[in-house]
């Protein structure tokens, strides 16, 4: 899934000018709930994204050769206003695209004031809130997992094929 994750956002990289703008390397922000309730969970969810990252830049053939290089920030899951200012923490230094955040309402604001405005990609892998499929994105918001309403849908038909 990570791979698939990182695939996907190489991609959308290729048609960004902003990962080709300094001639060095691409920088990419991690955004995720390090502290707050999920802080157990994010530890291995940056350290995987990372090792992705990591894969892609050694193996020399991403984007002529160029290298990536990570920055995390906190989400804190809950704290819109404390996402936000991470967030633009994270473009104001140079990111290109954001993999988060975590937690749905942090993950909309951060997109919603942060990551479209400036033109960045962002995608998250856990967000689930419906509301952000209708997102106002201009095309710069992704994310891995399905809304809780797909997930509704495919656990009716799933427990509707069960009964006898």
């Known amino acids: 899934m990570?791979?698939?994750?990182?695939?996907?956002f190489v991609f959308i990289l290729s048609f960004t000018s902003k990962a080709f703008s300094d001639g060095h390397g691409i920088k990419m922000g991690i955004i995720l709930g390090f502290t707050g309730p999920i802080?157990?969970?994010?530890?291995?969810?940056?350290?995987?994204?990372?090792?992705?990252?990591?894969e892609a830049s050694d193996s020399g053939s991403l984007l002529g050769g160029k290298k990536i290089s990570v920055?995390?920030?906190d989400s804190t899951c809950v704290?819109?206003?404390?996402?936000?200012?991470?967030?633009?923490?994270?473009?104001?230094?140079?990111?290109?695209a954001i993999?988060?955040?975590?937690?749905?309402?942090?993950?909309g604001a951060i997109a919603t004031n942060v990551?479209?405005?400036?033109?960045v990609?962002?995608?998250?892998?856990?967000?689930?809130?419906?509301?952000?499929?209708?997102?106002?994105?201009?095309g710069y918001f992704f994310r891995t997992a399905p809304s809780d309403a797909r997930g509704g849908q495919v656990l009716s038909r799933y427990y509707k094929g069960q009964k006898s």
């Open 79 to 96: 704290d819109s206003a404390a996402a936000t200012t991470a967030a633009e923490g994270l473009v104001s230094g140079g990111v290109v």
């Open 115 to 119: 990551a479209v405005p400036n033109g």
């Open 71 to 73: 920055e995390r920030a």
């Open 2 to 8: 990570k791979k698939l994750l990182i695939g996907i």
């Open 121 to 138: 990609v962002m995608i998250s892998p856990s967000a689930t809130s419906p509301g952000l499929t209708d997102l106002n994105d201009n």
């Open 39 to 54: 802080e157990t969970l994010t530890p291995a969810m940056a350290a995987s994204a990372e090792l992705a990252f990591k």
């Open 99 to 107: 993999m988060g955040a975590d937690c749905s309402g942090v993950t």
